[in-house]
């Protein structure tokens, strides 16, 4: 079964500097696909960015980058010029290909703490 | 916004009682799910369904049933509710995004069981 870990329970970052954070999974498929979502203390969950495992290149959105490494396993999550709504938590989650049911396996998250 | 609505989003209730909390969408999508969100675990799959009438257990189904008897809806039921069950509560969509699905979520549901 795929699991999905996110080490960091806590971090903190100062306002306008940049802070990554880690997610590594486990899995024995070749094709899959990775996200981050944000959760804000509204609750609400936020897609951040969406990364297919068959593309070496790493996705990005605005502020928002990943460093994809797939054979660590690894999916991190780098915010540049941090900025006070960022603070939230944050979990990554995976997606089978081989599934056929679109299940998602999320991380337990991390808190982001934005330090003015 | 993906138009998912959960109702209640607030819920206290006594132990042993039925609860059951909605998920709507408007947007006709074939696949549902039910999450529920607790410290230190994330997200957990309650649930899912992948059209009218057909649904599927997740990762920590006891306890919990699910109907789907139209499109747009999808309930969840809590038979005999239990201190164990206090959490927040997800519905999820699925929605085609390019080559592959991403998952939109509703607004959650708080429930308290006393």
């Known amino acids: 079964a795929q699991t999905v870990t996110q080490s960091q329970p806590e971090m903190s970052v100062q306002e306008a500097e940049t802070v990554t954070l880690s997610c590594t999974y486990d899995?024995?498929?070749?094709?899959?696909?990775l996200f981050w979502y944000k959760q804000p203390p509204s609750r609400q969950m936020i897609l951040v960015i969406r990364q297919e495992a068959y593309k070496q290149q790493n996705a990005t959105e605005n502020r928002f980058s990943v460093n994809f490494q797939k054979a660590a396993k690894s999916f991190s999550l780098k915010i540049s010029d941090s900025q006070l709504g960022d603070a939230a938590m944050y979990f990554c989650?995976?997606?089978?290909?081989?599934?056929?049911?679109?299940?998602?396996?999320f991380g337990t998250g991390t808190r982001l703490k934005v330090l003015a | 916004d993906a138009g998912i609505t959960q109702s209640p989003r607030h819920k206290v209730t006594e132990t042993g009682t039925p609860v059951t909390l909605r998920c709507h969408q408007t947007?006709?999508?074939?696949?549902m799910y039910w999450y529920r969100q607790d410290p230190g675990h994330g997200l957990r799959l309650i649930h899912y369904s992948y059209g009218v009438k057909d649904t599927d257990k997740g990762e920590v189904s006891d306890g919990y049933s699910v109907s789907r008897s139209k499109t747009e809806d999808f309930l969840l039921t809590l038979e005999s509710a239990t201190s164990s069950q206090t959490s927040v509560y997800f519905c999820?969509?699925?929605?085609?995004?390019?080559?592959?699905?991403?998952?939109?979520f509703g607004p959650g549901t708080r429930l308290t069981v006393l």
């Open positions: 899995t024995s498929e070749s094709d899959y696909y």
């Open positions: 947007e006709n999508h074939r696949y």
């Open positions: 989650a995976y997606r089978s290909v081989l599934s056929g049911t679109y299940k998602y396996i």
């Open positions: 999820a969509i699925s929605v085609m995004t390019g080559e592959a699905d991403t998952q939109y």
